[in-house]
């Protein structure tokens, strides 16, 4: 039924402000992934000029992977309850006011302290971005593509802020780094609160569990601490084992807790989707490789090839536009055509060829003979990305897309720390043995970088064999009776007119069943 003359003109409609919506839950993803890269290139700077030790300036990116990680769960089922666009919104004030801040710092308290309140407003934001991109578009083709473009997002922000990070601290200053964020914030609020659909949520007494946010927030920031810390006390110290299991303890009181509670904060109904599990546990094999990958990769090319900061970036440049170009151009037509578990898999094995490739990779690499061609592989990541959306979303009911979009953001944060962690540790613990049976450092560097990137090919298999063994075409679970029914696909699909209350129900729909979920 079509608004009457006093209704509020519906934002999420069939018209071009959709696709406005989807350049707005972009940009902020964008800003989010500027963020976490751009901030390494400029920590040389930061160094000299705040005073920071080597152990302190760490927490420049530590602060942010903490809250930001620890927070996702959270804010997405806050988003449910009051409302993603209001969560939205409050985490891109939070975020933007926070890089006003650490551009303005003076001194390695106060940095640290705005990099923590960027994690915060980036959690609130990022929590809830898919859970609103999948209740904009409900048509399966136009989501593959809404979701193709989002992640061609991730692929740009990643390439950009590491060359963007060089440009603007070479030219101005590493102030600008985090200044650059202000006018993406503010133009992002703006067009936010016209575009974006203006759903009510469930209200805080559906899921005001005080306790389990105390346990999984708790449970999550100590893990993400645990890990990042690691490469300072290694895997078996009492810091690490005695943190890790009082961060398993939390987490599964937390689950004890959402299996008991009365309003749960998050259902364990959403745990019963096939494709929400197999997709997020193939994320954080798959990420937890990749994004080794690229921090290890740069580290090589610097460390042994020699490369400046700048030509770092651009040398990796050719695998974001791969992903980029893929995920934007290709994914959508392949995830339609053939399904996004087969071009899940199709993707994981051009990744998987890539980390084989840079197993070999010698001491005195050409960058066209041995470098380019992984570059090329990449571009499995532009249908890895979006197929892994798509089906990690795919089992999100109308009132739980926020949770479910949290979820899939944490394990990628997960991910990509542990990867980090792991791989980072065994390569250096690599380069050390080598260095004592007296290699060289340029080949003992080598010889650690490999044994990284071959445990990121078998971390890519894994991924596999996940992906063949648990993922299904979205939809299925719903037909099988392994996640929701086929009421909750109904009413994720009518989410946009009931939140925005310029619509009915479906026709032949009582308005009660898309209330039910």
């Known amino acids: 039924m079509s608004p009457t003359p006093s209704s509020p003109p519906d934002p999420a409609g069939t018209g071009r402000s959709r696709w406005t919506a989807l350049a707005v839950l972009s940009a902020a993803m964008l800003m989010t992934i500027l963020d976490g890269s751009i901030v390494t290139v400029a920590m040389p700077a930061i160094q000299r000029d705040l005073g920071f030790s080597p152990a302190g300036l760490s927490w420049t990116v530590n ?5 930001f990680g620890g927070l996702l769960l959270l804010a997405g089922r806050l988003g449910d309850l009051i409302g993603r666009r209001t969560m939205f919104l409050a985490g891109n004030a939070v975020f933007t006011a926070a890089s006003l801040l650490a551009g303005a710092a003076g001194g390695p308290g106060l940095l640290i302290g705005a990099r923590f309140l960027q994690g915060v407003g980036s959690a609130m934001a990022s929590s809830v971005v898919l859970g609103i991109l999948v209740t904009l578009f409900t048509e399966p083709r136009e989501r593959v593509k809404a979701i193709g473009v989002f992640s061609f997002t991730g692929a740009a922000g990643a390439s950009i802020g590491q060359v963007l990070g060089g440009v603007l601290t070479d030219a101005l200053s590493w102030n600008w780094i985090f200044f650059i964020n202000l006018p993406i914030g503010l133009a992002t609020i703006a067009l936010a609160i016209r575009v974006l659909p203006d759903d009510r949520g469930a209200g805080l007494a559906a899921g005001a569990d005080a306790l389990g946010a105390v346990l999984v927030t708790a449970g999550l920031m100590l893990g993400i601490y645990t890990v990042v810390k690691v490469e300072q006390y290694g895997w078996f110290a009492a810091h690490t084992l005695g ?57 090589y090319v610097q460390k042994v090839l020699g490369y400046g900061a700048l030509d770092t970036g651009l040398a990796m440049l050719p695998a974001a536009v791969s992903i980029g170009g893929v995920s934007l151009f290709v994914s959508a037509r392949l995830n339609t055509r053939f399904g996004e578990r087969t071009v899940l898999v199709a993707g994981l094995a051009l990744l998987l060829g890539a980390m084989g490739w840079l197993s070999r990779v010698p001491v005195n690499a050409d960058y066209v003979t041995d470098l380019l061609p992984v570059m090329l592989l990449i571009a499995g990541g532009g249908l890895v990305l979006p197929a892994l959306t798509s089906l990690g979303m795919s089992g999100a009911r109308a ?15 997960v991910g990509m720390a542990v990867g980090v962690a792991v791989l980072s540790t065994l390569a250096a613990s690599r380069t050390g043995e080598l260095l004592v049976a007296g290699q060289g450092q340029a080949a003992a560097l ?8 071959t445990v990121s090919a078998a971390l890519l298999l894994t991924a596999l064999v996940v992906a063949l063994l648990t993922l299904r075409r979205p939809g299925t679970d719903a037909a099988e009776g392994t996640g929701g029914t086929a009421r909750d696909t109904t009413a994720a699909g009518d989410v946009t007119a009931r939140d925005t209350g310029t619509g009915d129900a479906a026709p032949g729909r009582p308005a009660a069943r898309s209330k039910s979920a």
């Open 63 to 67: 602060a942010y992977l903490i809250a």
């Open 446 to 453: 080598t010889g650690g970088y490999r044994l990284a990137f």
């Open 399 to 413: 009132d739980d897309a926020g949770l479910t979009s949290g979820l899939f953001n944490t394990t990628q944060q």
């Open 243 to 299: 943190l890790g299991a009082l961060s398993l303890a939390l987490l599964a009181a937390f689950f004890v807790r959402q299996a008991t509670a009365r309003t749960p904060l998050m259902p364990l109904r959403i745990l019963r989707s096939r494709n929400v599990v197999g997709a997020n546990l193939a994320q954080m094999l798959t990420l937890s490789a990749m994004f080794a990958f690229q921090i290890l990769l740069a580290l």
